[in-house]
């Protein structure tokens, strides 16, 4: 690529960091920096220009009941593992009866691994949905009600970028709560702890940490039988 | 397990992140007293508004704590990670708040982008942009230089709206963005020089 050609790229590059260019100029800058060192190198430059503009705000102070209200909900949600509708539905579960579940899951759990062992085709077998879309070998294996996403041949992505997933069922789009990390070899998965009722299963780039909802197109979309 | 308060204080960043990971909510409550004030400013300079402030920075803080796993120290510290949260749920409130929030449809990409913010108003976009006192490195730009800056990172305006609100060429502020941002970083340099 030219100098001239480049100076193209160079002009997008400020409206980028400061999140200023439309969707699809952003999409087709972010292609271009996967592959452009300068680009990259820019971006790296930027950064603690880009870091200090939060900085530069008029200090204010926060009311004390936003720190109180933020941990309280906090430290109601880190004494159980488990989410608030999950224990609602589990609260008239008694412990003698909890316990005896627990046997009797451990009891399963040990006759279908020596099921697995002896090579059993059985309801357990894991089921492999594959497709591969803008060059990603995408695969999904379902087993039980879960299911683990596996991403090869995925592109180095740019700086401030991770991949998340995502999930469609009965219309409404959630995130899956971990996010993508290629390793070196381009390789990266993430597991979806409930399938069910899940028709799509999608894969967009978001900005660092992930984001509520999806900000930009699928790099990825998988239909899943039901 | 969680870590004693006293312990928290005297990690750095980096190392209270894998813990809030894990659900400690002593080394959350040590993460928001340093970067929390930051966080609630950068919201108010925002959404100009103490109530959605709060909001919004309560928002961003139960996101991290939900998701503290997905920082990534190789891209960044900790704090710029925080307040990119805060700013994008800023101005994700700022846009639901004026009627556009993403639909979300896999059936049509286009969807899934950022919606363009034609209905906001010139008058809008001026009430936020002279919302808050500029200090700082940005207070030293040129102003036409820090106009288009502050339009689009605490407008959350894209480079084409912003040329049409100030009847400017696009590419004339771009430029100017990008003179904006090489003053910063070169501000930053001699700093640190």
Known sequence: MSGSDH???????APYMLGALEPDERAEFERHMQGCEHCQGEVRWFEPALNSLPESVERQKPPPRLRQ?????VRADARPQTRPERRRAWSWFSRPAMAFAVLVLAVAVAAGY?????????GGTPSVISTSEHGIDVKMVREGNGGTLHLANVHQLPPGKVLE???????TVEPVPALLVPDRQGQAETTIADMNGVDTVMVTEEPQGGSEAPTSPAIVTMSVPQ | MEVRREKAERLADEELMPLVGRKDPEAFEVLFDRHGGAAYSLAYRIVGDRAAAEEVTQEAFISVWRSGARFDAARGSVRSWLLSIVRNRAIDFLRSKAGKAPKLDFDDDSALEQRPATERTE???????TAGEVRGAIGNLPGEQAKVIELAYFGGFSHSEIAQMLQLPMGTVKGRMRLGLE???GELAEGLA
């Open chain 1, 7 to 13: 100076n193209r790229w160079s002009e997008d590059l």
């Open chain 2, 183 to 185: 003053k910063i970083r």
């Open chain 2, 123 to 129: 008058e809008e976009a001026l009430r936020r942009e």
């Open chain 1, 69 to 73: 209200a933020l941990m309280a909900e």
């Open chain 1, 114 to 122: 020596e099921i697995g062992k002896g090579g059993s085709d059985g």
């Open chain 1, 165 to 171: 997933a995502w999930v469609r069922r009965e219309g």
